[in-house]
């Protein structure tokens, strides 16, 4: 990952992932290449409990694949699964 440059991503949360970040948006420097990668760590720096697999992911308000790379002012969203009636 060190190779990649580093990039602005704005991050938003929902549902437990928001409730464990303490927040539901934020701006972050990266040089993860992929939604994948961000989110891995993301995970590390605010301990998730989530695992990939059972998220799915937005960027540019389009849902994407986990490898689709990263640019800089991207706008990532993981949505994790919801639960109510």
Request: no cysteine; hydrophobic share 35%.
């Amino acid at each position: 990952m060190s190779d990649s440059p580093e990039k602005t991503v704005h991050v938003q949360y929902f549902a437990v992932l928001r409730e464990e970040r303490g927040r539901g948006e934020e701006t972050v420097r990266t040089r993860a290449r992929t939604a994948r990668e961000l989110y891995g760590e993301l995970q590390r720096q605010y301990q998730f409990k989530l695992s990939d697999d059972l998220l799915r992911v937005a960027i540019n308000e389009q849902f994407s694949d986990w490898q689709a790379r990263l640019d800089s002012g991207d706008r990532v969203v993981f949505l994790p699964p919801v639960s109510g009636g």
